[in-house]
Nanobody, 127 residues
Framework: QVQLVESGGGLVQAGGSLRLSCAASGRTFSRYTTAWFRQAAGKEREFVAGITFNGGGSSYANSVKGRFTISRDNARNTMYLQMNSLKPEDTAVYYC????????????????????WGQGTQVTVSS
């Protein structure tokens, strides 16, 4: 298993920006698709964005497309989520996750495909 630790969450006003980081250790981070999910209070966990093991492909939920950018630095074993033009509906706990299949160019959008998870970081957007 890979160990994941998120950071960078906080309180921001609507229209503001935050950058989340996900630091990995353990099994080789650079071999796996990684993703960000979020879960708002009282709601189901949802896929936000994912990126292939080599950073060559990415996928976004429609609700964040054009506002969020996912990236990774395999030399630093770190993944990022740049969040711009934040809205109150982006308020949630954000989790990073690593997929179970090596060298895959798929970006699953369901949590079951990701056996490794971080503890989450809270993002709160005030109106």
């Amino acid at each position: 298993q890979v160990q994941l630790v998120e950071s960078g969450g906080g309180l921001v006003q609507a229209g503001g920006s935050l950058r989340l980081s996900c630091a990995a250790s353990g099994r080789t981070f650079s071999r796996y698709t990684t993703a960000w999910f979020r879960q708002a209070a009282g709601k189901e966990r949802e896929f936000v964005a994912g990126i292939t093991f080599n950073g060559g492909g990415s996928s976004y939920a429609n609700s964040v497309k054009g506002r969020f950018t996912i990236s990774r630095d395999n030399a630093r074993n770190t993944m990022y989520l740049q969040m711009n033009s934040l809205k109150p509906e982006d308020t949630a706990v954000y989790y990073c996750a690593a997929a179970g299949s090596q060298w895959s160019l798929a970006i699953p959008t369901t949590g079951q495909a990701y056996p490794s998870w971080g503890q989450g970081t809270q993002v709160t957007v005030s109106s």
